[in-house]
């Protein structure tokens, strides 16, 4: 009985070490460190199809719609860029005169 008891106990403590791990929040913290959420709301057809165009082509996480087929008129485009690839989107954007924020 004391066995099983202190096996538990192990299991217990061993359990709570490994989700407790420090060092596995810290690489979950990190990981999106840099990163941007840009929201970008077209006002024309011609916005409308840059931007499909734009995200069926470079590698993006849209957030809102789910598609680049789902953009609409003066509906927000919400679209999550890496810390890598945010200058370049936004760079984009610029030159083709298209707001975002």
């Not at 990190?30 to 024309?44: C, E, F, H, K, M």
Request: net charge positive; aromatic share 8%; charged share 20%.
């Amino acid at each position: 009985m004391a066995l099983e008891v202190t096996s538990a106990c192990a299991a217990l403590l061993l359990g709570w070490i490994v989700f407790s791990n420090p060092a596995s929040a810290y690489l979950y913290s990190n990981r999106y460190i840099g990163d941007q959420v840009l929201r970008v709301v077209p006002s024309s057809p011609a916005e409308i199809h840059y931007l499909q165009q734009l995200f069926q082509n470079i590698t993006v996480d849209l957030w809102q719609p789910s598609s680049p087929n789902l953009i609409h008129e003066g509906k927000a485009v919400d679209v999550h860029v890496r810390r890598d690839r945010t200058a370049r989107l936004k760079n984009l954007l610029r030159r083709a005169h298209i707001q975002h924020e």
